[in-house]
């Protein structure tokens, strides 16, 4: 998908969809060290963990300007409109990844389906 140093793993969705959309894994320990250069600077140490990183809004879209930079050179259709931060890694001991750490897209896309869905709302 993204070649980014702040993005640990992503899913590109949106198969038969209006537009596309990605669940993403940010890279926590990196973020948590750069919370000040990423204007999160006001958030305590204990607000930096992943459970509530993923819940910032400030985080979804400073992923959202980091992928639309990347990808500005694609077709509209191409683009991806929007992304739900996971709060943690996908695993292969959770049935989401190949031994060849490849994204099982079918059991990712069934399992986090309420997530996806909510990115379709209008």
Same mark, same amino acid.
Request: charged share 40%.
């Given at each position: 998908?993204?070649?980014?140093? #702040?993005? +640990?793993?992503?899913?590109?969705?949106?198969?038969?969809?209006?537009?596309?959309?990605?669940?993403?894994?940010?890279?926590?320990?990196?973020? /948590? !060290?750069? /919370?000040?250069? #990423? !204007?999160?600077?006001?958030?305590?140490?204990?607000? #930096?963990?992943?459970?509530?990183?993923?819940?910032?809004?400030?985080?979804?879209?400073?992923?959202? !300007?980091?992928?639309?930079?990347?990808?500005?050179?694609?077709? +509209?259709?191409?683009?991806?409109?929007?992304?739900?931060?996971?709060?943690?890694?996908?695993?292969?001991?959770? !049935?989401?990844?190949?031994?060849?750490?490849?994204?099982?897209?079918?059991?990712? +896309?069934?399992?986090?389906?309420?997530? #996806?869905?909510?990115?379709?709302?209008?």
């Amino acid at each position: 998908m993204v070649e980014d140093d #702040l993005i +640990s793993q992503a899913m590109v969705y949106g198969d038969g969809k209006r537009y596309l959309t990605a669940l993403v894994v940010p890279d926590y320990e990196r973020i /948590a !060290g750069m /919370a000040a250069e #990423l !204007g999160l600077d006001d958030l305590k140490q204990d607000e #930096l963990d992943p459970h509530r990183l993923a819940k910032e809004p400030r985080l979804n879209t400073l992923f959202m !300007g980091r992928i639309e930079a990347r990808l500005g050179d694609l077709a +509209s259709y191409e683009r991806i409109k929007k992304v739900f931060l996971l709060d943690r890694e996908l695993t292969e001991a959770d !049935g989401e990844l190949t031994p060849t750490m490849k994204v099982k897209r079918k059991v990712v +896309s069934e399992k986090f389906k309420r997530e #996806l869905d909510a990115l379709y709302e209008e």
